[in-house]
């Protein structure tokens, strides 16, 4: 017995491996950093918590409806006009167990055997690896830190084939922080408005964790009628990850879609979480700025930190919680009899040597750069970089 060729082919994602490698290091009395992790450092706000309580003394515990309950479906259409100026009816919004989720049924809804899908790189570990699960082949468009991280138009323009099925990319970006300005997103939808047949996912759960920016939805630009499907979800701007609560705006076919496939393999999300999904999204953003900012200071302190260290080339990201510095300087150097020869080595280097635990670029498809997340404690954040900068110094 042996499981499928689809699932043999998917890659297990490096980020949960490096965090399980800190995990297990910490177990044998290590002192571990963990800079690997995805997930906001802060406890869910307490209003949120408040409306999950009285969600369940109220007893929601019956089976929701599959696309997810009215009042939320209202409350997410009415968010994506007044914070977002999208056009999504209550019937083309879809709620699932996270915005991976979101994307993988989107993805699984319309992509056929050999069906090509762009990504830009560098891009969320789980985007390819959701393509070749469901049979599609995934196309990369590079960059690099000196273009902070955005594609060349032209390489897009020569990347689709009459494949292409689809464009998929988060904005801001997981892992480099980039933000697509308006202008950028405008010229991509304008080359992609020339291949109707085209469908762009739009991964914006990092929505809120911006510096300066004023998000822009890359279907409030008036082009690409009816082919954007708007993902967001509650897990990055609200402290919620483990509620598992994310979501699409979508043509209302593929809408119908989703909720059939949905229909047969989870029978909607979370009762309990959806209810509290709607004070979240119908409420205050106070607390959520609060955050924002706590992680805008902490960007400026690892930037900074990282900027000291020789050999080191970071970006200064506009959004999200994520650093994704060019480390490529460190190939071929040694330490005690190891080399290190890519990024990962440099991680696996770095999780022995400074007990810090980061993410190889390799995995998000640019192997000269590695993540880090500030998603840690300002005095943790201070004392990783201390470890690596000693650590990386005895490189030779
Ligand atoms: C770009 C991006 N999209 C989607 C997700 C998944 O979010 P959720 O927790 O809602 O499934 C993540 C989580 O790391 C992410 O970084």
């Given at each position: 017995m042996e499981v499928s060729k689809r699932l043999q082919a998917v890659t297990e994602s490096q980020t949960l491996v490096m965090t399980k490698m800190a995990r297990e290091l910490a177990a044998t009395g290590v002192s571990v950093i963990n800079l690997s992790i995805g997930e906001p450092d802060f406890g869910t706000p307490q209003f949120i918590n408040d409306a999950a309580k009285q969600a369940i003394d109220d007893g929601w515990s019956h089976y929701p409806p599959v696309p997810g309950y009215p009042e939320l479906r209202k409350a997410i259409s009415e968010k994506f006009k007044t914070q977002n100026n999208l056009d999504y009816a209550p019937e083309q919004i879809i709620v699932s167990g996270g915005a991976k989720h979101s994307i993988t049924n989107v993805i699984f809804s319309v992509i056929n055997e050999g069906d090509e899908v762009i990504i830009p790189a560098p891009f969320w570990v789980s985007y390819p690896e959701m393509v070749k699960l469901a049979g599609g082949v995934p196309v990369f468009l590079n960059s690099s830190i000196d273009t902070d991280y955005c594609f060349d138009i032209?390489?897009?323009?020569?990347a689709i084939t009459p494949n292409t099925k689809m464009m998929l990319f988060s904005s801001p970006c997981n892992p480099s922080g980039t933000v697509y300005s308006e202008p950028f997103l405008r010229q991509i939808a304008e080359v992609l408005d020339k291949h109707e047949d085209i469908l762009v996912i739009s991964d914006e759960i990092y929505e809120h964790i911006q510096y300066g920016d004023k998000?822009?939805?890359?279907?409030?630009?008036?082009?690409?009628?009816?082919r954007v499907v708007t993902v967001n979800g509650l897990s990055k701007g609200f402290a919620m990850t483990g509620w598992r609560i994310g979501y699409i705006g979508a043509p209302l076919w593929l809408a119908k879609a989703v909720d059939k496939l949905q229909g047969q393999f989870t029978s909607g999300t979370n009762s309990i979480a959806q209810r509290a999904a709607i004070t979240a999204i119908s409420g205050s953003l106070d607390e959520t700025y609060k955050m924002r900012d706590v992680f805008h200071k902490r960007r400026q302190l690892v930037y900074d930190g990282l900027s000291e260290i020789e050999g080191i080339k970071p970006n200064l990201p506009r959004g999200?919680?994520?650093?994704?510095?060019?480390i490529s300087s460190f190939f071929?150097?040694?330490?005690?009899g190891k080399t290190i020869n890519n990024s990962t080595d440099l991680c696996l280097y770095l999780l022995e040597d400074a007990h810090v635990s980061l993410v190889g670029g390799d995995s998000f498809g640019n192997p000269e750069c590695?993540?880090?997340s500030y998603a840690?404690?300002?005095?943790?954040?201070k004392k990783a970089l201390e470890n690596i900068k000693t650590s990386l110094n005895k490189l030779q």
């Open positions: 032209d390489d897009l323009k020569t998000h822009t939805s890359i279907g409030s630009l008036g082009l690409l009628k009816d999200a919680f994520y650093v994704f510095p060019d071929g150097k040694s330490y005690n590695v993540r880090i840690a404690s300002e005095a943790d954040l």
